[in-house]
């Protein structure tokens, strides 16, 4: 990766509860622009609904989502909580303190109206800008033109106010899914899967949305004549590259890719995961790839995080992660990915994770702490001498 330190999606503590099922708790990792970021965590742990949460497709339960410095998505129970905190404190304060309290709990509202504010308005905030910026290229350009010349112009103005007021900022994160026949309508074309995202947008054009498809064909390694054909006339392999055109054809910044290859054959697994290291690198993309294990991210991850139950225990680098990996379950993880190494293999020993057996979490609370720069362990304080003292 180049060294390119802007960050494109922020996760600040990310709490996605359903019920009592606490599928995300407090989760927290930032994207940075130009990166794979792979997210690593068998069945259930949450990644899914990592995903899910980022692009909308929830109304989060605490914590911010940041796109491009925009906040996208905004959560209220941990001001509900910190307030319902200070009500019971209120009851044996002082009235010093209880002064203070109030205006703390003031504070908090405030931040419940911002958060509901933002969660609902980011999108429109977004559209009211891109409109701005065409009306600002457009209106000029009509000015100096005249005749058919800007007749032509307006026309092309007009088009394009009516997508810019369209335009939201969340379709800039585009998500992949794990199994791509079930994501791909069976009743509907290759053509008409692939460009309904450009449809909704408001792109009316025939001509131009059959040869955006075409393009998009031909980039991800399919070609022009399966425009007209229907998903089950595919293999596993080519459905998955229809999922990436119908994804990269809205020309998002990032994609989200939830297990992408987990349903294909292995034989087919590199092969999509070269074609999204292609298009990272000629469109400039940002990955979130979400894997069950770590062999599939191990060499196409900048950066991993690493998820259990629902928490994030382990974030480095990639080359840091399998070289000094430290949380017990990265550890168990690691043990059960198979190398080439017959030698390796026959001493390898899978490491089975019990956190009861691990932490003594009773008194000495765990907390995502850094243990070198950019390694970060979840840990308490006990553990986090321990992993000093390991990495010296
Ligand atoms: N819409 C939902 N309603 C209730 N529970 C859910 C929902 N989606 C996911 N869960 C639960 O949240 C947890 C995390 O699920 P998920 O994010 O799909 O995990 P992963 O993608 O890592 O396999 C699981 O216990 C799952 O049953
Ligand atoms: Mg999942």
Do not use: W
Not at 116 to 127: F, G, L
Not at 327 to 351: F, G, M, V, W
Not at 352 to 365: I, Q, T, W
Not at 387 to 392: A, F, G, P
Request: with cysteine; net charge neutral.
């Amino acid at each position: 990766m180049e060294n390119n330190q802007e960050v494109l999606l922020k996760v600040e503590n990310l709490c996605q509860y359903f019920g009592f099922t606490k599928a995300v708790d407090d989760v927290s990792f930032d994207v940075k622009k130009g990166e794979v970021f792979g997210l690593v965590g068998e069945s259930g742990c949450g990644k899914t609904t990592t995903g899910r949460s980022i692009i909308k497709l929830y109304d989060i339960t605490s914590g911010n989502i940041y796109f491009k410095g925009t906040r996208i998505g905004a959560g209220t129970r941990s001001y509900q909580v910190a307030i319902r905190d200070a009500k019971e404190k209120m009851k044996t304060a002082s009235p010093e303190e209880c002064a203070e309290l109030k205006a703390f709990i003031a504070d908090q509202k405030k931040q419940i109206k911002r958060a509901k504010y933002d969660q609902k308005n980011c999108d429109k905030e977004y559209a009211r800008k891109q409109t701005e910026a065409v009306k600002e290229k457009y209106l000029p350009l009509i000015d100096a033109a005249n005749g058919a010349d800007k007749a032509a112009i307006k026309a092309e103005y007009k088009n394009e106010l009516r997508k810019a007021k369209k335009e939201r900022l969340v379709t800039k994160i585009q998500m992949i899914f794990q199994d791509p026949s079930a994501s791909l309508d069976p009743r509907m074309t290759v053509k008409e899967i692939i460009s309904e995202g450009l449809v909704i947008k408001g792109e009316r054009d025939k001509k131009v949305l059959e040869e955006k498809v075409y393009e998009m064909l031909e980039l991800v390694g399919l070609v022009r004549e399966h425009a007209g054909r229907y998903q089950h006339e595919f293999s596993g392999g080519q459905r998955q590259r229809i999922g990436i055109a119908r994804s990269v054809i809205m020309q998002p910044e990032m994609i989200i890719a939830d297990e992408p290859v987990s349903a294909l054959d292995v034989s087919i697994q590199a092969q999509v995961i070269n074609l999204l290291n292609d298009l990272r690198r000629e469109l400039g993309l940002t990955i979130l790839f979400i894997a069950h294990d770590l062999s599939v991210v191990k060499y196409f991850s900048d950066r991993i995080g690493v998820m259990y139950f629902g928490k994030m225990v382990e974030l480095a680098s990639s080359d840091e992660l399998f070289k000094n990996p430290l949380h017990p379950y990265t550890r168990s993880l690691l043990s059960a990915i198979p190398l080439p190494d017959p030698e390796y293999e026959k001493n390898r020993q899978r490491i089975v994770y019990n956190p009861l057996a691990e932490h003594d979490y009773s008194v000495d609370k765990p907390t995502m702490r850094e243990v070198s720069p950019g390694h970060f362990v979840m840990c308490n304080d006990a553990e986090y001498q321990k992993y000093l003292e390991i990495l010296k």
